[in-house]
T-cell receptor, first 111, second 114 residues
């Protein structure tokens, strides 16, 4: 089954404790992105990747890092999480056509 | 300026009725794509329908159709014969040209009443 998976689905952590949210897709897509969703602000892009070893900033990259060492994986790293990074995070991937597949979301709470 | 505007924060519709969710967009690109996603209370984003700016026909996918009016820059989603399971947030989104991101509207919360 074609899908984007994210782990963990839920995470409660404390300020400053490094964390990684994994994202994996099985569709051989070149393009992958991370979004965060906040009430009243909709979904905003954090980072994107056009292929292996090619990443770039989206609209809200501060406080986040990403890497793309393999085509299928695109982890999101929070080196020192803060409470304003409490949000619902989505990983997404697409091929050269237009349908964008979203992962199931990761609900992160930073205390 | 907002790139995607959804003017209906919430809508209540009787089951089996058709419903139209409004979306207007703003772009100066000639090439762009318009998307609709459904987000149920469980949180996942479900792709519903896509319309390319050069597509002459309105897109349709089952009970979903996109009423694309290019001159008015509107891309309304029409759901025919609504069902209780259609209750969810609905987001309109756009990708411009070669941009690598989707820009989302604020969403419309649709509630289908039995």
């Amino acid at each position: 089954e074609a899908q984007v998976t994210q782990n963990p689905r839920y995470l409660i952590t404390v300020t400053g404790k490094k964390l990684t949210v994994t994202c994996s897709q099985n569709m051989n897509h070149e393009y992958m992105s991370w979004y965060r969703q906040d009430p009243g602000l909709g979904l905003r892009q954090i980072y994107y990747s056009m292929n292996v070893e090619v990443t770039d900033k989206g609209d809200v990259p501060e406080g986040y890092k990403v890497s793309r060492k393999e085509k299928r994986n695109f982890p999101l790293i929070l080196e020192s999480p803060s409470p304003n990074q409490t949000s619902l995070y989505f990983c997404a991937s697409r091929d050269r056509l237009n349908e964008q597949f979203f992962g199931p979301g990761t609900r992160l709470t930073v205390l | 300026a907002q790139k995607i505007t959804q003017t209906q924060p919430g809508m209540f519709v009787q089951e089996k009725e058709a419903v139209t969710l409004d979306c207007t967009y703003d772009t100066s690109d000639q090439s762009y794509g318009l998307f609709w996603y459904k987000q149920p209370s469980s949180g996942e984003m479900i792709f519903l329908i896509y319309q390319g700016s050069y597509d002459e026909q309105n897109a349709t996918e089952g009970r979903y159709s996109l009423n694309f009016q290019k001159a008015r820059k509107s891309a309304n989603l029409v759901i025919s014969a609504s069902q209780l399971g259609d209750s969810a947030m609905y987001f309109c989104a756009m990708r411009e040209g070669r941009a690598q991101k989707l820009v989302f509207g604020q969403g419309t919360r649709l509630t289908i009443n039995p």
